[in-house]
């Protein structure tokens, strides 16, 4: 009996040493095939862009460019660093693209709309026609649809030394601040009226005298004399620059730049020496700001139009359809003419190709969410002319 436990005994000690042999084997076989997969890496390897916004500090668009920045910085992990400025802290708002350029800066904030007088391809690039499409989709045509494929060929033909990303489908840009209601079209000949871009060609062919102003411009040029009316891009901002202020008529609503979005750019020679775990990382921080940057447009834009016709009085109106309607004409006047360079025909078919049939899927599927507004809050639309 003693023989036998003894030899019992035995045989745990061998299955023991076994095991703890075993376990250590794996773990120096575990380690090596990561040291194989997970290459090292220097921490001490940081890479830090100086990037320029196009937008003052009270704008709800600087915001957005520092929530972009935000997720580069965390996620990062203190080895890709963005030092944000603010708009004129190196050059203005219309110079970020040639600073970019010329690696002033190293990166940019902005829209494509600021720099279409290099191209007016530029401004299809979120300030175009609208075929039926909202911004969503018009992200849908740069993501899937071959627009970021063109935007990369305008970039190489216009000799740009950018790699650039885009962000954020803004909704619906209001028709603008007025000194009366606008009841059609003829209350618009003769206006001088801020906007920018291609809206600037639609607005001129309805019989408006444009000047292209950046935003922070706009409220001293209307105490000024040199424009009548204006607009810019949501109740937020509008209201951060004291619209309210200079004028107590807004009408929401329009075609001229409906379906736009924001352009992040990068100098070209200072993106090709990132890791390509950092490029992969600009881009996709652009991708998940553009969500946020949507989300939080819906809470302040509608908070701040409740506040813009509660606190300070302003008289907010449906822009009426007749209006739109000679928008869509002016549209059809304009691009005829536009479409004599090749290049800006290209881009204006591939997206209206796109976006045809995704509006069409869009409009034959989605509720009316009208009916059901009007079903719970009746009459509330009806006193602003909608």
């Not at 494509?112 to 992200?139: C, D």
């Not at 970021?148 to 990303?165: M, P, R, S, T, W």
């Not at 940057?293 to 509608?302: G, H, L």
Request: hydrophobic share 40%; with cysteine; proline share 4%.
């Amino acid at each position: 009996m003693k023989e036998e436990k003894t030899k019992a005994v035995a045989r745990k000690e061998e299955v023991k040493t076994g095991r703890r042999t075993f376990l250590k084997t794996a773990a120096a076989g575990a380690a090596g095939v990561a040291a194989l997969g997970f290459p090292m890496v220097s921490r001490a390897q940081t890479h830090t862009l100086k990037m320029q916004g196009a937008w003052g500090a009270k704008d709800i668009f600087n915001e957005y460019a520092e929530d972009y920045v935000k997720r580069v910085n965390e996620m990062g992990g203190g080895r890709l660093v963005i030092d944000y400025l603010l708009a004129g802290a190196v050059v203005k708002p219309f110079q970020v693209m040639d600073a970019v350029n010329k690696g002033v800066l190293d990166a940019g904030h902005q829209v494509s709309v600021y720099w279409y007088g290099k191209s007016k391809v530029a401004s299809l690039f979120g300030t175009g026609p609208v075929f039926g499409q909202n911004a969503h989709q018009g992200l849908a045509w740069i993501y899937y649809g071959g627009g970021q494929q063109l935007y990369d060929e305008l970039i190489k033909a216009l000799g740009l030394n950018i790699v650039g990303f885009f962000s954020f489908p803004m909704p619906t840009q209001p028709l603008g601040w007025f000194k009366k209601q606008i009841t059609g079209p003829k209350d618009l000949e003769g206006l001088k009226y801020r906007t920018v871009g291609l809206a600037a060609d639609l607005f001129q062919a309805m019989g408006v005298k444009v000047t292209q102003l950046p935003g922070g411009e706009i409220v001293p040029a209307l105490e000024r004399g040199v424009i009548d009316a204006f607009e810019y891009n949501n109740p937020t901002s509008d209201r951060s620059f004291g619209a309210q202020d200079v004028s107590k008529v807004y009408m929401m609503g329009s075609y001229h730049q409906a379906a736009e979005y924001f352009e992040i750019i990068f100098n070209r020679q200072k993106y090709n020496q990132l890791p390509a775990e950092h490029k992969a990382l600009l881009k996709y921080a652009a991708e998940a700001s553009s969500s946020n940057n949507y989300w939080k447009a819906q809470d302040r834009y509608s908070a701040d139009l409740q506040w813009l016709q509660k606190e300070a009085k302003v008289n907010v109106y449906r822009t009426p359809d007749s209006v739109m309607k000679a928008q869509l004409e002016a549209w059809d006047k304009i691009l005829p003419g536009l479409e004599k360079d090749p290049f800006f025909k290209k881009v204006v078919a591939s997206q209206k190709a796109f976006c045809h049939r995704l509006a069409y899927y869009d409009l034959i599927n989605s509720c009316d969410y009208k009916l059901a507004f009007n079903h719970y809050f009746p009459g509330e639309l009806k006193k602003v002319g909608f």
